[in-house]
């Protein structure tokens, strides 16, 4: 699509409007990116860390499930602009934010996804870590570096996991493409292959599916249920509450609406639940897998290895460690580079499209996430949880909800291509900023802080509501932006121009 008048400040060949020879994308395509992404560690452990807060197998399970098909909503509903229109997530924005606003969600989103990435890179070089120290006879382990809280080799495993996908960077988005594609049956193969060893290793799945969970009659945590359900689904919608905001980045390229909603559907829910499934059911086996036989005969069950790469670690054989460091870094690779490099590099374009390259964006993401020294957020399960995850739900709820109330409620769909891309357009509002989406944004965050602060333990204490209101964050922001930002438009000059609102 030929943009007229675009000036140079808000326009490159990454954030143009995509041609429809470049719309290829199939439903199978849209599947494959979210099984890519979906399969990684952090999702094979989000169902462990709701059963350590007193879940049974299936409440946790079904906790994912609902957090991602509440979640798959608004991801389809911010899809459908980046189909229609071939424009990616920062351009979207400059519609209710304007047109210099956009920077504010954008950059915003960029940081998160800057955080994930540096999660990732962890995790995968966690990964070639454990498995390497493995095959050298626990050779590597050694005292922690000061100030890092890791040893010299997990250093060095970190860097050489992160040099490999900033190397991928430098290839471009189309070796992002073709790694997705290669990457979802591999990986939905290797997940099942992982399922049949525990089966028949454990001779069944063990006590955890049986187990009812903490919260029923008689359990540790009776009548607790719903003060750790209503948080973790939250935080389940937090963990692609991300997604959520960018996808247009990725359906930009899809060939219909029918491809991005079908392909997301079929995609995300499904992959989340199943993956979910066999991290609990495989931890479940783990206890008699690895059980020990004392010297008067009883048998002594291990504790239950949560974390897939100590799990994959502890098979054993030259041969299994191998396949299992591969089949790893691939998943981390797949999910990495897709959900946390694409939005970011987008947004730094977005910023300064005449000096900033789709490379350039990547590799300052790729700073800011070895920056944030994310193994110290790992290291906590309720921490990542009900700190990080919901944390930054109360960002991006608010900026999702402004996003789907401008474009179907004010908008009812229709936007101004041209526009987008001018500084004297429909959406340029004051000086290009949208003062009803900057104001509404606040509102809708300010609620949550007082419940985020307690929860890092900045302060002592709060009134119950402002941690009830955090429990809700992604929720509560989403909707209440929406309510003001809708209002504070209808207060303005209309919809069309936009450049008196307020």
């Not at 879940?55 to 189909?83: E, K, R």
């Not at 392909?263 to 008699?288: D, E």
């Not at 999702?400 to 987008?420: A, E, F, K, P, Q």
């Not at 500084?423 to 104001?439: E, K, Q, S």
Request: charged share 10%; with cysteine; hydrophobic share 50%.
């Amino acid at each position: 699509m030929i943009v007229d008048n675009a000036h140079p400040s808000l326009i490159n060949e990454d954030i143009r409007p995509t041609r429809s020879d470049e719309r290829r994308w199939s439903v199978l395509n849209m599947a494959s990116l979210w099984v890519g992404m979906v399969v990684c560690v952090p999702a094979y452990m989000l169902a462990g860390g709701l059963i350590q807060q007193g879940m049974s197998w299936s409440q946790a399970v079904g906790t994912v499930a609902l957090g991602n098909i509440i979640v798959l909503v608004p991801m389809i509903l911010n899809g459908h602009p980046g189909t229609r229109y071939g424009i990616p997530f920062p351009v979207l924005a400059r519609a209710s934010f304007g047109v210099r606003g956009a920077h504010i969600p954008s950059l915003l989103r960029a940081v998160v996804a800057a955080g994930w990435f540096g999660i990732q890179t962890w995790v995968g070089g966690a990964a070639i870590y454990q498995l390497l120290n493995v095959l050298f006879g626990g050779r590597l382990e050694s005292a922690a570096l000061p100030g890092f809280g890791i040893n010299a080799a997990e250093l060095v495993c970190f860097m050489l996991f992160w040099a490999i996908q900033v190397f991928i960077i430098y290839r471009g988005i189309d070796s992002i493409r073709v790694l997705e594609t290669v990457a979802a049956p591999f990986l939905i193969v290797m997940g099942i292959v992982l399922l049949a060893w525990a089966w028949r290793a454990g001779g069944g799945f063990g006590e955890m599916l049986s187990s009812p969970g903490q919260f029923g009659e008689g359990g540790a945590r009776e009548g607790e249920f719903l003060a750790v359900f209503v948080p973790s689904v939250t935080a389940m919608v937090g963990f692609w509450a991300t997604l959520s905001l960018n996808i247009p980045d990725f359906t930009r390229y899809a060939r219909s609406q029918r491809d991005q909603v079908l392909g997301q559907a079929i995609g995300l829910p499904t992959t989340m639940t199943l993956f979910a499934f066999i991290g609990v059911a495989v931890t479940s086996a783990t206890p008699a897998i690895f059980a020990t036989t004392l010297a008067d005969g009883t048998v002594q069950l291990a504790d239950p290895i949560w974390d897939p790469v100590k799990l994959l670690a502890r098979i054993g054989g030259g041969g299994s460690v191998v396949v299992s460091l591969f089949a790893l870094a691939i998943a981390t690779l797949s999910t990495n580079l897709a959900a946390n490099v694409v939005s970011p590099a987008n947004a730094l374009v977005n910023a300064n499209p005449r000096r900033i390259t789709f490379q350039m964006g990547g590799y300052i993401t790729a700073a800011i996430g070895v920056a944030m020294f994310p193994w110290k957020l790992m290291a906590d399960p309720s921490g990542y949880i009900f700190t990080w995850l919901i944390g930054y739900s109360a960002l991006l709820g608010p900026i999702g909800g402004i996003l789907i109330t401008d474009y179907y409620l004010l908008r009812r769909t229709h936007l101004d291509v041209d526009s987008l891309y001018r500084l004297d357009g429909t959406y340029c509002f004051r000086r290009g900023f949208n003062p009803a989406a900057i104001v509404a944004f606040v509102l809708a965050v300010i609620p949550s802080i007082p419940g985020f602060l307690h929860q890092i333990r900045l302060l002592d204490e709060v009134p119950a509501a402002f941690d009830s209101i955090y429990t809700y964050a992604w929720f509560a922001g989403f909707f209440l932006a929406s309510i003001l930002y809708f209002a504070l438009m209808q207060l303005g000059s209309g919809t069309e121009t936009g450049k008196d609102a307020l």
